[in-house]
């Protein structure tokens, strides 16, 4: 596309449609093959077993089960035991982590993924949490989750806490169901 485009905008100078060499012709077109590039490499390029290796970054995309659980800070004992579905989307710049239980839902704020030596890839995001319609004891809040990567990306172990209105922490463990998006 943009190939046309600036064979387009030559042929259209050589015609006599711009009256002198057009200044903005080759910021123009630049601006269009990184536009077109970008967008080709994020839908496509992207989302290939090459790249993901090439750049030595984890395709994360898919669908995730969660088993969850709250534990008290003092005592360290299991105070609640939950169940989610994690959704995570992933591209080329972004990653969001979309999470579902029964009582609630959250969505990644901001998030990385990082290579740690002898310890592997780990998620860090954090998030925004909102109960649903008619759950009394829960309330909005924001927090913090840590996953450690499987090295065959099937499966994570994870860590959470929660502030800014509900101040609890606790593990996960997360199986992947499926894989893409």
């Given at each position: 596309?943009?190939?046309?485009?600036?064979?387009?905008?030559?042929?259209?100078e050589?015609?006599?449609?711009?009256?002198?060499?057009?200044?903005?012709?080759?910021?123009m077109?630049?601006?269009?093959f990184?536009?077109l590039?970008?967008?080709?490499?994020?839908?496509?390029?992207?989302?290939?077993?090459?790249?993901?290796?090439?750049?030595?970054?984890?395709?994360?995309r898919?669908k995730?089960?969660?088993?969850?659980?709250?534990?008290?800070?003092?005592?360290?004992?299991?105070?609640?035991?939950w169940?989610?579905?994690v959704?995570?989307?992933q591209?080329?710049?972004?990653?969001r982590?979309?999470?579902?239980?029964?009582?609630?839902?959250?969505?990644?704020?901001?998030?990385?993924?990082?290579m740690?030596?002898?310890v592997?890839?780990?998620?860090?995001?954090s998030?925004?949490?909102?109960?649903?319609?008619?759950e009394?004891?829960?309330?909005?809040?924001?927090?913090?989750?840590?996953?450690h990567?499987?090295a065959d990306g099937?499966?994570?172990?994870?860590?959470?806490?929660?502030?800014?209105?509900?101040?609890?922490?606790?593990?996960?463990?997360?199986?992947?169901?499926?894989?893409?998006?």
């Amino acid at each position: 596309m943009a190939v046309l485009l600036a064979t387009a905008i030559t042929y259209a100078e050589r015609w006599g449609f711009f009256h002198a060499q057009a200044f903005w012709t080759l910021p123009m077109t630049a601006a269009i093959f990184y536009t077109l590039g970008h967008l080709a490499f994020d839908k496509w390029a992207w989302r290939t077993w090459l790249i993901h290796f090439v750049l030595d970054i984890p395709d994360l995309r898919g669908k995730w089960d969660c088993v969850g659980e709250t534990i008290d800070p003092t005592t360290g004992a299991v105070t609640y035991n939950w169940t989610a579905e994690v959704t995570i989307s992933q591209g080329w710049e972004k990653i969001r982590i979309y999470s579902q239980t029964k009582h609630s839902r959250s969505r990644s704020v901001a998030a990385s993924i990082v290579m740690e030596e002898n310890v592997g890839y780990i998620l860090m995001y954090s998030y925004r949490n909102e109960p649903r319609p008619g759950e009394p004891e829960l309330k909005a809040h924001h927090g913090y989750a840590e996953w450690h990567i499987a090295a065959d990306g099937a499966s994570a172990e994870a860590t959470y806490f929660n502030g800014g209105g509900r101040y609890t922490g606790g593990r996960m463990k997360l199986t992947r169901k499926t894989r893409g998006n």
